[in-house]
């Protein structure tokens, strides 16, 4: 494992419509955070939903720029989970463990938005960033240090009415499953782990990306309408399944009980298969 790496730190859902998406997943039984707005060249915003050691971003555009081009591209094909940002200590110091093993990383970037604070004044959340840019395939990577902790982990904002807790782990469906696991885990300098059911599990230090087959996602969700090749299931833990599944029934949000968890189906939140399922705390990093 790299020395500077410590799990995910959040995955970007990005959204076409900002208003239509905090709506949505407040049905789905998150707290919402007011909206931000990144800096004008790079013309994005989002909401978070924002866990106990990791998060979601809701990531839109709010004004073309030459800086959003790639998201406006994705976003022309499809919403849904398009990156996923690793926690770290030091950014600095993880590009170049990156780049010391023949990985091709941005130079670091400090991103800054703006932070409703519970008193009403306003505040700024403060971030360190740098962007692999040639091994990752279907989902990009970057490494994210919080630079203003208290003005991203708002304890008001991380108390959810179907009781999530934090992210279990995020699955790419991916016909070369297999070297896409591997290129992968060349970040985290981990070894993919195969399961049985023909999931290969990526370790990251934290909760772990997982890569399927559409056969192994088949076997993993079965009764789920097949997805197209690089759609990601987002899995939360929750304290509670009865809980969330009473306020998605309160909501009239479609839904599946599996053994996996409570299935939300795309076309409900956003363009990512979401999962709750019950999970243990047990006070630990998540």
């Known amino acids: 494992m790299r020395s500077h790496l410590n799990g995910i730190d959040h995955c970007c859902v990005l959204v076409r419509d900002f208003d239509r998406a905090r ?10 955070s007011p909206f931000g707005r990144h800096a004008t060249e790079m013309g994005t915003g989002n909401h978070n939903v924002l866990f106990e050691q990791d998060y979601f971003e ?3 555009v709010r004004e073309p720029t030459e800086y959003n081009e790639d ?6 094909v499809r919403e849904g989970i398009a990156a996923v940002a690793v926690r770290t200590d030091d950014t600095a110091a993880a590009a170049a463990e990156w780049q010391a093993a023949g990985l091709t990383t941005t130079e670091p970037q400090t991103v800054r938005r703006p932070v409703e604070l519970p ?3 306003e505040s700024e959340a403060v971030f360190s960033i740098a962007r692999l840019t040639d091994v990752t395939g279907y989902l990009q990577l970057f490494s994210s240090q919080i630079l203003t902790p208290e003005h991203t982990w708002i304890s008001e904002l991380m108390k959810h009415p179907n009781t999530a807790w934090g992210i279990d782990h995020i699955a790419i469906v991916a016909e070369d499953a297999e070297t896409s696991a591997a290129n992968v885990a060349r970040v985290f300098e981990t070894e993919p782990e195969a399961h049985t059911t023909g999931t290969i599990e990526v370790p990251t230090g934290g909760s772990p990306i997982i ?7 088949k076997a993993t969700y079965p009764g789920i309408d097949r997805p197209p090749t690089g759609l990601t299931v ?3 833990k929750v304290f509670d399944e009865n809980t969330a599944a009473a306020h998605l029934r309160t909501s009239n949000v479609p839904f599946t009980t599996t053994e996996r968890g409570l299935v939300v189906a795309p076309e409900h939140a956003n363009g990512i298969l979401l999962v ?3 999970a243990t705390h047990t006070g630990e990093d998540a």
């Open 119 to 121: 008193d009403g004044t």
């Open 58 to 60: 809701l990531l839109g």
């Open 276 to 278: 709750l399922r019950a």
């Open 71 to 76: 998201i406006r591209d994705a976003l022309s």
């Open 211 to 217: 890569y399927l087959s559409p056969s192994s996602f």
């Open 23 to 32: 709506d949505t997943f407040t049905l789905l039984g998150f707290t919402v």
């Open 234 to 236: 987002l899995a939360v």
